[in-house]
């Protein structure tokens, strides 16, 4: 394994019966690297986020992090990989100083470094004059907060970020990525995210999807929207068979949600406005835009077949 790679798997695998989790997954993630696995429910991301931080043993293939491979010592591998799930691994009935100190004890920190580091964390994270207080009296946004505190108590070389920001209110989730970003920046973490926020993820130097367990092709996020489209067209009608049957020769079938029709333009050269003349009060209203990664999701996961009908 390549000394600049923090994760490599090949032909990674979890089987349950007859039906493939993760299916022959080829991963190479370099050191430092922040990378995004993106995907809809189901797709076999928390599974293969359990297979890398041996939670969950694979049915086929191999895995290595840091040059370590997982099946020889998972012992190891989990004192390099933090781990942050969806949901909260903490006791709320115990105060956030109990809670960090028993993941401190697992992780094998003294004393001392164990307070050092939680000293460090919490003033981070203003929560210094909390440190005594119950988890139940903390807000949503205080305990995802200290949930990664928890995950990086040891300084390990590999963070997943398991939906880290679900649920939490934009100011919260600014400042989460402000501290994982600080973790890059000052420890050389590299971080692995699974998320439903893809503004969080336009951030990553890389992105891969993920469906039924199949690995697809990704790039930059700047890459991958700079190949989608060059303008998104948005249309508001309560005639959207009509506005499809005439646009749909000019620019594939659109994305439809009940009244809404989105196609992805290809072409710089067209005249919106005298679309929106031609059209006329056939809709309601109408807005074109640049793509962002959230097009380039909608259009891996929702978009027709050529016949029109969804996947």
Request: with cysteine.
């Amino acid at each position: 394994m390549p000394n600049n790679l923090a994760i490599k798997t090949k032909g990674l695998t979890k089987q349950y019966g007859q039906a493939f989790a993760v299916n022959q997954l080829d991963l190479e993630i370099e050191s430092g690297q922040f990378y995004g696995l993106l995907g809809p429910n189901g797709a076999g991301k928390t599974t293969t986020i359990h297979m890398l931080t041996t939670m969950t043993a694979a049915t086929l293939g191999d895995a290595w992090i840091a040059g370590q491979r997982i099946s020889d010592d998972p012992v190891a591998i989990r004192n390099t990989v933090g781990l942050v799930f969806q949901d909260s691994a903490l006791d709320r009935t115990m105060s956030i100083d109990e809670n960090l100190q028993f993941a401190a004890a697992l992780y094998n920190l003294s004393p001392q470094q164990a307070n050092a580091r939680i000293d460090e964390l919490l003033t981070v994270f203003g929560l210094q004059d909390k440190r005594k207080q119950k988890l139940l009296a903390l807000s949503g946004g205080q305990r995802r907060a200290v949930d990664i505190a928890r995950g990086v108590l040891h300084k390990p070389k590999v963070l997943f970020l398991d939906e880290p920001t679900i649920g939490l209110d934009l100011p919260n989730r600014r400042s989460i990525w402000r501290f994982v970003e600080k973790l890059r920046r000052d420890e050389g973490m590299t971080i692995f995210l699974t998320t439903h926020y893809l503004e969080e993820a336009a951030a990553c130097d890389h992105v891969d999807f993920i469906q039924q367990g199949i690995l697809q092709t990704g790039g930059t996020p700047t890459e991958l929207v700079k190949q989608l489209a060059e303008t998104i067209l948005e249309i508001d009608t309560n005639k959207p068979e009509n506005i499809t049957a005439q646009l749909a020769p000019l620019f594939g079938q659109p994305i439809r949600e009940e009244q809404q029709l989105s196609f992805k333009i290809t072409a710089s050269d067209v005249d919106f406005s005298e679309l929106q003349k031609t059209l006329g009060n056939s809709v309601s209203s109408m807005q074109w835009r640049r793509p962002n990664l959230n097009d380039v999701y909608l259009w891996r996961f929702c978009a027709p077949d050529p016949t029109g009908k969804e996947l």
